[in-house]
Protein backbone atom coordinates (compact mmCIF):
# COMPACT_ATOMS: atom_id res chain seq x y z
CA UNK A 1 0.00 0.00 0.00
CA UNK A 2 2.52 2.40 1.03
CA UNK A 3 5.97 2.61 -0.14
CA UNK A 4 7.10 2.50 3.12
CA UNK A 5 11.00 1.64 2.20
CA UNK A 6 11.06 4.92 0.37
CA UNK A 7 9.96 7.16 3.21
CA UNK A 8 13.32 9.33 4.34
CA UNK A 9 14.51 8.75 7.93
CA UNK A 10 14.35 11.22 10.24
CA UNK A 11 17.46 12.08 13.30
CA UNK A 12 16.09 9.49 15.18
CA UNK A 13 18.40 10.32 17.87
CA UNK A 14 17.11 13.69 18.53
CA UNK A 15 17.23 14.01 21.81
CA UNK A 16 13.18 15.91 21.56
CA UNK A 17 11.88 12.67 19.77
CA UNK A 18 14.16 9.33 20.66
CA UNK A 19 12.25 8.30 23.33
CA UNK A 20 9.24 8.40 21.10
CA UNK A 21 11.14 6.34 18.51
CA UNK A 22 12.56 3.90 21.08
CA UNK A 23 9.03 3.37 21.86
CA UNK A 24 7.83 2.94 18.54
CA UNK A 25 9.81 0.11 18.15
CA UNK A 26 8.52 -1.67 21.02
CA UNK A 27 5.30 -0.95 19.68
CA UNK A 28 4.39 1.35 21.98
CA UNK A 29 3.09 4.52 22.17
CA UNK A 30 4.86 7.19 24.36
CA UNK A 31 4.40 10.63 24.77
CA UNK A 32 5.53 13.39 27.27
CA UNK A 33 4.19 14.22 30.64
CA UNK A 34 4.62 17.30 33.25
CA UNK A 35 6.54 15.95 36.10
CA UNK A 36 4.73 18.50 38.14
CA UNK A 37 1.02 18.87 37.10
CA UNK A 38 1.03 15.19 35.22
CA UNK A 39 -0.42 17.37 32.07
CA UNK A 40 0.71 14.98 28.69
CA UNK A 41 2.24 16.97 25.77
CA UNK A 42 2.63 15.95 21.60
CA UNK A 43 4.61 16.80 20.47
CA UNK A 44 7.41 17.31 22.37
CA UNK A 45 8.08 20.35 24.27
CA UNK A 46 10.79 22.12 26.26
CA UNK A 47 8.43 23.20 28.76
CA UNK A 48 4.74 22.57 30.05
CA UNK A 49 2.05 24.02 28.47
CA UNK A 50 0.00 24.73 31.75
CA UNK A 51 2.31 25.56 34.46
CA UNK A 52 5.61 25.91 32.64
CA UNK A 53 7.65 23.39 33.87
CA UNK A 54 10.75 22.07 32.07
CA UNK A 55 10.43 18.84 34.17
CA UNK A 56 9.47 16.11 31.67
CA UNK A 57 8.80 12.68 31.90
CA UNK A 58 8.19 10.11 28.93
CA UNK A 59 4.98 7.71 29.59
CA UNK A 60 3.29 5.16 27.44
CA UNK A 61 -0.41 5.79 26.45
CA UNK A 62 -2.75 3.57 24.77
CA UNK A 63 -3.24 3.46 21.20
CA UNK A 64 -6.96 3.78 21.14
CA UNK A 65 -8.51 7.15 20.00
CA UNK A 66 -11.20 8.62 17.48
CA UNK A 67 -10.42 10.61 13.93
CA UNK A 68 -10.58 14.07 15.17
CA UNK A 69 -9.74 15.18 11.46
CA UNK A 70 -7.98 13.74 8.20
CA UNK A 71 -7.13 14.65 4.55
CA UNK A 72 -7.01 12.19 1.58
CA UNK A 73 -4.10 12.65 -0.49
CA UNK A 74 -4.67 12.05 -4.22
CA UNK A 75 -1.49 13.29 -5.69
CA UNK A 76 1.91 11.48 -5.42
CA UNK A 77 4.39 13.88 -4.05
CA UNK A 78 7.93 12.65 -3.00
CA UNK A 79 9.20 9.15 -2.45
CA UNK A 80 7.68 7.35 -0.32
CA UNK A 81 4.29 8.94 -0.18
CA UNK A 82 3.83 8.02 -4.42
CA UNK A 83 0.90 5.31 -3.20
CA UNK A 84 -1.83 7.58 -3.89
CA UNK A 85 -4.76 7.48 -2.87
CA UNK A 86 -3.76 7.80 0.91
CA UNK A 87 -5.06 9.05 4.12
CA UNK A 88 -3.38 10.92 6.91
CA UNK A 89 -5.22 11.24 10.08
CA UNK A 90 -5.13 13.34 13.04
CA UNK A 91 -6.58 10.92 16.26
CA UNK A 92 -7.19 12.41 19.22
CA UNK A 93 -6.51 9.64 21.79
CA UNK A 94 -9.02 8.46 24.09
CA UNK A 95 -6.60 8.56 27.73
CA UNK A 96 -4.91 11.27 27.62
CA UNK A 97 -8.08 13.25 26.16
CA UNK A 98 -5.81 16.21 24.67
CA UNK A 99 -3.43 14.47 22.71
CA UNK A 100 -3.78 14.07 19.29
CA UNK A 101 -1.03 12.28 17.32
CA UNK A 102 -0.94 12.00 13.49
CA UNK A 103 -0.40 9.22 11.41
CA UNK A 104 -1.42 7.29 7.85
CA UNK A 105 -5.32 5.95 8.20
CA UNK A 106 -5.11 2.51 6.86
CA UNK A 107 -7.76 -0.47 6.77
CA UNK A 108 -10.58 2.30 5.45
CA UNK A 109 -11.67 3.12 2.35
CA UNK A 110 -11.99 6.78 1.86
CA UNK A 111 -15.13 7.06 1.39
CA UNK A 112 -15.92 5.34 4.80
CA UNK A 113 -13.75 7.85 6.69
CA UNK A 114 -15.72 9.26 9.67
CA UNK A 115 -15.17 12.23 11.90
CA UNK A 116 -15.00 10.22 15.21
CA UNK A 117 -14.84 7.09 14.09
CA UNK A 118 -12.32 4.76 16.60
CA UNK A 119 -9.14 3.97 15.25
CA UNK A 120 -6.27 2.06 16.77
CA UNK A 121 -2.63 2.02 16.24
CA UNK A 122 -0.56 -0.61 14.41
CA UNK A 123 3.33 0.05 14.27
CA UNK A 124 4.90 -0.67 11.01
CA UNK A 125 8.72 -0.62 10.16
CA UNK A 126 9.93 2.19 7.45
CA UNK A 127 12.84 3.41 6.30
CA UNK A 128 15.27 1.79 3.74
CA UNK A 129 16.11 -0.91 6.19
CA UNK A 130 13.51 -0.48 8.18
CA UNK A 131 14.97 1.58 11.22
CA UNK A 132 12.22 3.49 12.13
CA UNK A 133 8.92 2.12 13.38
CA UNK A 134 6.23 4.32 12.70
CA UNK A 135 2.30 4.51 13.86
CA UNK A 136 -0.66 3.77 11.32
CA UNK A 137 -4.72 4.15 12.26
CA UNK A 138 -6.82 1.51 11.58
CA UNK A 139 -10.43 0.70 12.67
CA UNK A 140 -9.99 -2.09 16.23
CA UNK A 141 -9.77 -5.89 15.18
CA UNK A 142 -12.92 -7.32 17.21
ZN1 LIG B 1 2.90 21.11 34.05
Not at 63 to 82: E, H, M, N
Request: charged share 20%; hydrophobic share 35%.
Amino acid sequence: MFDLDQIPVPDLSDPNFAPFWEGTRENKLKVQRCEDCGTHRWPPRLTCRSCRSANVEWVEVVPRGTLYTYTTVGRPTAKGFSSVPYTVGFVALNTPANVRIIGNVVGVEPSQLAIGMALEGRFVPAGPNGEMTLIHWAPPSA
